[in-house]
Antibody
Framework: QVQLVESGGGVVQPGRTLRLSCAASGFTFSSYGMHWVRQAPGKGLEWVAL????????DYADSVKGRFTISRDNSKNTLYLQMNSLRAEDTALYYCARSVWPPGHSHGYYESWGQGTLVTVSS | DIQMTQSPSSLSASVGDRVTITCRASQSINIYLNWYQQKPGKAPNVLIYTASSLQSGVPSRFSGSGSGTDFTLTISSLQPEDFATYYCQQSYTSPYTFGQGTKVEI
């Protein structure tokens, strides 16, 4: 079965860096686009970034553009999120999610999610 | 950016009630609207994709409709396990924005 396991969260001071990982199993990782979605404590969901199946295209929310970098290693079935210049407003539970395109469509939905990893930015 | 507005933000309902949640996009998103359910302490779970397609394994009491800018999620007969927060999300164009959520309470 599809499994996504995030790791790398923790408490970090403002301005510092953190790298999140998402280990995938149970499916052909290299065939799927992957996304990061975050949720601040008690708040709603916010899309953060996406990467195509082959890493050939990436996109970011304006709130993280220039600070966060999404990447993947298909040989290791792992998705990453490098987070630099962290701010208090980046405090959230970070989920990785697998994007699936329905047949005949070129826009997807999140069929599988990890359990999330918590990032707390605080001095 | 496309803004997604859900209503209501919360609602109180009873087991067996018919519940309808609406989601409005600030511009047309065709049918590229997904609905997720999230229970406390858990990751979201997809219910409906492309506005009206029921995800495999999701009970048939859930249904979705709409196109363009206006969409609805309907629960035909609310069950105890349906008390949760529901989010719409547009997958038409980046950034892939979510609605603010609708909390369904007893």
């Amino acid at each position: 079965q599809v499994q996504l396991v995030e790791s790398g969260g923790g408490v970090v001071q403002p301005g510092r860096t953190l790298r999140l990982s998402c280990a995938a199993s149970g499916f052909t990782f290299s065939s799927y686009g992957m996304h990061w979605v975050r949720q601040a404590p008690g708040k709603g969901l916010e899309w953060v970034a996406l990467i195509w199946y082959d890493g050939g295209n990436k996109d970011y929310a304006d709130s993280v553009k220039g600070r966060f970098t999404i990447s993947r290693d298909n040989s290791k079935n792992t998705l990453y999120l490098q987070m630099n210049s962290l701010r208090a407003e980046d405090t959230a539970l970070y989920y990785c999610a697998r994007s699936v395109w329905p047949p005949g469509h070129s826009h997807g939905y999140y069929e599988s999610w990890g359990q999330g990893t918590l990032v707390t930015v605080s001095s | 950016d496309i803004q997604m507005t859900q209503s209501p933000s919360s609602l109180s309902a009873s087991v067996g009630d018919r519940v309808t949640i609406t989601c409005r996009a600030s511009q047309s998103i065709n049918i590229y609207l997904n609905w997720y359910q999230q229970k406390p302490g858990k990751a979201p779970n997809v219910l409906i994709y492309t506005a009206s397609s029921l995800q495999s394994g999701v009970p048939s009491r859930f249904s979705g409709s709409g196109s363009g800018t206006d969409f609805t999620l309907t629960i035909s007969s609310l069950q105890p396990e349906d008390f949760a927060t529901y989010y719409c999300q547009q997958s038409y164009t980046s950034p892939y924005t979510f609605g603010q959520g609708t909390k369904v309470e007893i």
